[in-house]
């Protein structure tokens, strides 16, 4: 996330088309990636963002980026457009273009499969798109391999509007480690503390959805019931079950936290498309109102064959039910299609239609916020999306915490770089000790959005973006304490964990002045009206959160960062400390 923010802010122009020659797509690798130990086989993927306009940062696991580091070269930076489709060939830091139109096409799995055979190596690792991406839509996302997909943004898209279908990677060589002892150290650690990583293991993402319902988290019918009956027909263990055949494991990683399916019938689903993490049993589940898992597990098979974000794409498909129960769109819009919650049929047909932009697909491929501004007629209360991005399948009614992340992070309402609420509210859980040991006491209520909270949330961002700096998966507890010990042993610096927290700020800040570059505002730091709404049913059906408190919650996480409290821009005070 470093390298991906140093390198847009300095070397990108202002206003640039971010589908245009003049844009960067960024591959990079970070100091700890490849090294043999858990978690640690990521990379992450930037650009400017075709969906928001603002920045696209996106990490994504598998073997590719370890590959990539195996192969000696750290990160790779595509600039200008091809002629003519093309792939990138990487074997140990010699890089060749190969000619790729009779790729142009393909699905990932006939692209990763006809990449392999014409270089007689079936070792070889691919990031590559599917049609969608070839189509620009503007949520298409990179798949290494089959099913993990570099997801939010729309980098997909401007890999597609580069003319650059994929990138193969061969590497023979281990990565560099000054002191092995504490990588080996951590493993041991990890074996240990098992019992935190068992949930991952058994059925991977998905396990609590039931749990999620009760407390009012799960999205529903886009975000605007509470109540989902039928929810344990979807949940993680209902997919291993019934329809799952194995789980499986990124680079390094003893946890195997990834499904894979098979069904034959009613539905063919492939089991080499891996199967739906939670992010896509609620997106194509409950928040379309579908609870056929067969469904849900084809939609997730055609997202990854066509390279498409199964967040934005459920939450589209979503939008456009809702449109259609209000009467913004019919089925002359439809093309005869009975877009209803609850309609999977319709959600399969519209994730075929969006990948090759048929139809109504066409205006779904620009994204909620832009569809419901062409839509009109107040179609854009149904559009749950911040600075352009698609929401992530949590709720901040249910975490305030959440919200605040959902509205400043810098490129838009995401899950990941964010603050799960629920994580600290037992006093005693090491996640509270360690936050209290860095001079932020507990207890921290569920529904607080004081400036406790706030504080709360800038420490779990910081955290957020060392994991990404040093590209390390999100899923293992390390702490703080631990991820720099590691990343003195593998590079032989001597770093503090407040060096580590001020690089954090450095890669936040410059991504906000990437945006403000861009021409976002305080303006755009802000929910969808949704949100300040109650729930039509559940437990939330009486609690909105409060827009003064949220607004007021956001001005003090500028002021913690060292922005101004109105607009939200650095000041020149903080920049000259953080060396922007």
Known sequence: AGFVSYYLWKELGAKVD?????????????PLTGVPFPGNGRNCIGAKSPLTNGVAKSEVGEFWGAELKRAGVDAIIVEGKAEKPVYLWVQDSKVSIKDAQSLWGLNTKETCQKVC??????????ASIGPAGENLVKYACIMNGLFDAAGRGGVGAVMGSKNLKAIAVRGHNTPKVVDAKPTKEIAKWLKANWELMRGFWEVGTGLPMDGFEAIGNLPVRNFRDGLFPAVKKIDAPAVMNTIGIKMDACYACPVRCKKVVKLDKPYKVDPEYGGPEYETLASLGSNCGIDDLPAIAKGNELCNAYSLDTISTGEVIAFAMECYENGLLTTKDTGGIELRFGNEQAMLQLVEMIARRQGLGDLLAEGVTRAAQEIGNGAEKFAI???GLEAGMHEPRA?????????VNP????????LHDHMYSNQDSWLVKEVEALGLPGPFPVDDIGQKKVRLFQHRQRLMAI???????????????????LLNAVTGQDVTAEGLLEIADRIITTLRLFNIREGFTAADDKLPQRFYEPKTDGILADKPLD?????????????LMGWDR???????ETLNKLGI
């Open 117 to 126: 055979s014409e270089l007689g190596d079936n070792l070889i690792r691919v």
């Open 411 to 418: 490129h838009g309402a995401d899950h990941c770089f964010n």
């Open 467 to 485: 994991y990404d700096a040093l590209v390390v998966c999100q899923f293992f507890p390390y702490h703080l304490t631990q991820l720099t010990e």
């Open 566 to 572: 109105e607009s939200g821009v650095p000041k020149p």
């Open 547 to 559: 827009p003064i408190k949220m607004e007021e919650a956001k001005k003090q996480y500028y002021e």
């Open 385 to 387: 999306a911040v600075k």
């Open 399 to 407: 975490k305030p915490g959440l919200g605040i992340g959902f509205m």
């Open 18 to 30: 971010p589908l245009g020659a003049d844009n960067k797509l960024i591959f990079a690798c970070g």
